[in-house]
């Protein structure tokens, strides 16, 4: 007959049981590790992945997801292994939505994503609703961190931060090549991100003392599938340069229906969007795609971490090109892997306050140290002047950190020089 | 704005309206005749698009000169659909027919997507930058080829409607179904043949059509929207409507983007659709219901 405890009546303790008990509490204690850090060391943080694996945005989803999927061996090799839940937010913010609130009930204690602005505004809702933290990868809506959400942490530049580098570079790039435009059209996506590109770029295009006037504003259908109506209204202003603010598949067909069109004006240069420097409009585009420029945040070639996740990306993914997708998205998961290693717990509020309190050195992006500000937003983060060269994003400009000499204007859609 | 630029912009709408008008005469053959409306229309279209694509990555062919061969695939593909699939709903509620063909909708996007993934895929053309210059006006050479074939394939089928003896008895059977059955018509013959032709239609335009877009499956839903506003449009039922809707879709898109704004260019599309609702429901070439 075995002694079951009987329900609501206690069990006396024997002298033996009791030294037993207090002999592992005593051990425990001793230990260097706690019994709840042994706990945690046992149960990897359950990061709720958030990205658009399908649908319009998918190609991106799919770059941030092999950054996601390169830091889980990577922080383990750390001593900060991690659990991926994924989800796919199908380029909807409904379905961004719903995907965070099903994250959470299946346990997750942190979110990361989701690349769309809006995608991201939808989980960063759900996330300060239920009080867990979120931590954004790429997301340039300045109002997200304008909430005061306590739970909410960007890793990414504001599209203000991004037009306010972008036009500084720019500037550094007329300077460099002698050649100063003196008009320019500005084209964007007509979605939360080109909205804030419109936004930032109408409040800081008249501070920021730029040579050149912007002409003409042109928004355009985020599903649009033909932008020859776009193209033919901004060629028709003459404007010097183009400057863009689309994501991947827009910005192709933007330069196709230029080529078309035959409009050459003297560059292609985005203030702070993406879509030029992808695999895609180089396998699309071959010599149409040369000399584009995009002044985004990028990775720093010359630190330690990003030749680790350079050389594991190109094990993995060898047909693919590494880019800032891949970098920030890696680079929010260290983030939470980090704040779990300080908090020790996977609390929320425990975690929430570890983010609060980020300060990371090493790391793969250009720019200062990850830290957060009081309204959760990294404004460590730096943009750097990428120009398309020989099927490449090449970093031209900080000079400190260019691998080429700009060119600027660059040659007609016919000239010889495209190859 | 100058007149040049204005002309343009109208000459591109049109020609890909022209590509469009194509698309939606192949749902239009196949309402008039056996009144079933197609809601998989746009999926199918994606279908094509991509044996174009693959027919051009794998073998290098233009899709130009694939249009008969993806076209003829189509074409078996509606008429199996037919027999097989939608003959026993055509005397069903329209409800159930519908229920039918958005399931075949919602398989053929599940299916694109897990054998081509959700990237956008391009058919590059040799002369997918190149433009033919005509005083003033930079015509699209892509646009312009694609828009001469659609005309090319909705002439050859009105002619075939006109004057073969079995496109007068598939007009037979939508005039008066009745009477084609009474002189001994093979009914299930014939649905099953015009929605092949309306499948061949889709398959020729989406041939054409993959030369202007990027091909994602998650186009064919706007594409059968796309379709259903041209022929609401043009007249449901209506062959000429079909190719009216579709050029006037190019162009007052065109015209939005030139006037208004580019990113209101499909407020434009809807508005000229409740438009007509309002003041011609039966379509701009359509017959009004007894």
């Known amino acids: ?419 | 704005m100058t007149w040049d630029t204005i002309a343009n912009i109208m000459i591109g709408g049109v020609l890909t309206g022209l590509v469009y008008a194509l698309m939606a005469l192949g749902l239009s053959v196949i309402f008039g005749v056996i009144k079933v409306v197609n809601f998989a229309h746009g999926e199918m279209m994606a279908l094509a698009m991509y044996a174009a694509f693959v027919i051009f990555s794998t073998y290098g062919l233009d899709p130009l000169l694939a249009t008969p061969i993806i076209a003829g695939g189509l074409f078996l593909i509606g008429y199996i659909m037919q027999r097989a699939l939608v003959a026993p709903f055509v005397t069903r509620p329209e409800h159930e027919q519908f229920i039918l063909l958005l399931a075949v909708a919602i398989l053929l996007v599940n299916g694109l997507l897990l054998i081509f993934g959700p990237d956008a895929q391009s058919v590059m053309v040799e002369y997918g930058f190149d433009s033919f210059e005509v005083g003033p006006l930079i015509l699209d050479k892509v646009k312009v080829y694609a828009a001469a074939a659609s005309i090319a394939v909705a002439l050859s089928l009105l002619l075939f409607f006109k004057y073969t003896r079995t496109g007068k008895a598939i007009r037979a059977c939508s005039d008066n179904l009745r009477g084609a059955q009474v002189v001994g018509l093979n009914i299930k013959n014939l649905y099953a043949l015009t929605f092949g032709l309306g499948a061949a239609c889709v398959g020729a335009a989406g041939c054409l059509l993959s030369m202007l877009v990027d091909i994602t499956p998650m186009l064919a839903p706007e594409l059968t929207l796309l379709a259903f506003i041209i022929v609401i449009i043009g007249g449901l039922g209506s062959l000429s409507g079909a190719l009216l809707g579709g050029v006037l879709i190019g162009a007052s898109e065109a015209l939005a983007g030139l006037l208004i704004t580019p990113s209101m260019k499909s407020l434009f599309s809807f508005g000229l659709l409740i438009l007509v609702l309002a003041i011609r429901p039966q379509g701009l070439l359509g017959k009004r219901s007894s």
């Not at chain 1, 910005?251 to 080529?259: H, K, N, T, W």
């Open chain 1, 1 to 419: 007959m075995t002694n079951k405890p009987t329900k609501g009546v206690s069990t006396p303790i024997s002298r033996r049981t009791f030294a037993k008990g207090m002999a592992i509490g005593t051990a425990a204690l001793a230990s260097p590790f706690s019994i709840i850090g042994s706990a945690n060391a046992a149960k990897p943080l359950k990061i709720g992945v958030l990205s658009p694996e399908s649908g319009f945005f998918a190609r991106e989803g799919q770059a941030c997801r092999r950054g996601y999927e390169l830091a889980g061996p990577m922080l383990a090799d750390m001593g900060m292994p991690v659990e991926m839940m994924f989800a796919d937010t199908e380029s909807s913010a409904d379905k961004a939505r719903t995907a965070a609130e099903k994250l959470i009930n299946e346990g997750a204690h942190i979110l990361v994503g989701a690349f769309v602005s809006g995608h991201t505004m939808a989980i960063a809702q759900v996330a300060e609703q239920k009080g867990i933290p979120h931590i954004i990868n790429i997301a340039a809506a300045p109002q997200i961190t304008k909430q005061g959400y306590k739970y909410v942490f960007r890793n990414f530049a504001t599209g203000p931060m991004l037009i306010k580098n972008g036009f500084g570079l720019i500037k550094d790039l007329f300077k460099a090549t002698g050649t100063t435009p003196k008009t320019a059209v500005f084209m964007h996506v007509n979605d939360t991100f080109g909205k804030a590109m419109a936004g930032g770029v109408k409040a800081l295009a008249p501070r920021m003392d730029l040579p050149f006037k912007i002409v003409e504003t042109i928004a355009y259908d985020p599903k649009a599938k033909d932008l020859s109506v776009e193209i033919a209204k901004a060629k028709s202003t003459k404007a010097d340069i183009l400057l863009p603010a689309s994501h991947g598949p827009d910005a192709i067909m933007m330069v196709r229906e230029m080529v078309k069109q035959r409009w050459e004006p003297m560059g292609i240069m985005t203030p702070g969007a993406p879509g030029t420097y992808d695999q895609a409009f180089f396998k699309t585009l071959q010599r149409f795609s040369e000399y584009v420029m995009a002044n985004v945040p990028w990775m720093d070639p010359n630190l330690d971490m990003t030749k680790t996740l350079a050389s594991g990306f190109a094990k993995k993914y060898p047909k693919n090109m590494m880019e800032l997708n891949v970098g920030f998205s890696f680079e929010a998961t260290l983030i939470a892997a980090d704040a779990y290693k300080r908090a020790g717990s996977s609390n929320p509020d425990q975690l929430a306050a570890a983010l609060r309190e980020t300060n990371i050195t090493n790391h793969v992006m250009v720019g200062g140290p990850i830290q957060f500000n009081k309204e959760g937003q990294n404004v460590n983060i730096k943009s750097t002047t990428l120009q398309n060269l020989d099927r490449k994003p090449t970093v031209v400009l900080p000079a400190g950190s260019a691998e080429a000499k700009p060119v600027f204007p660059m040659p007609g859609w016919r000239d010889a020089k495209r190859k």
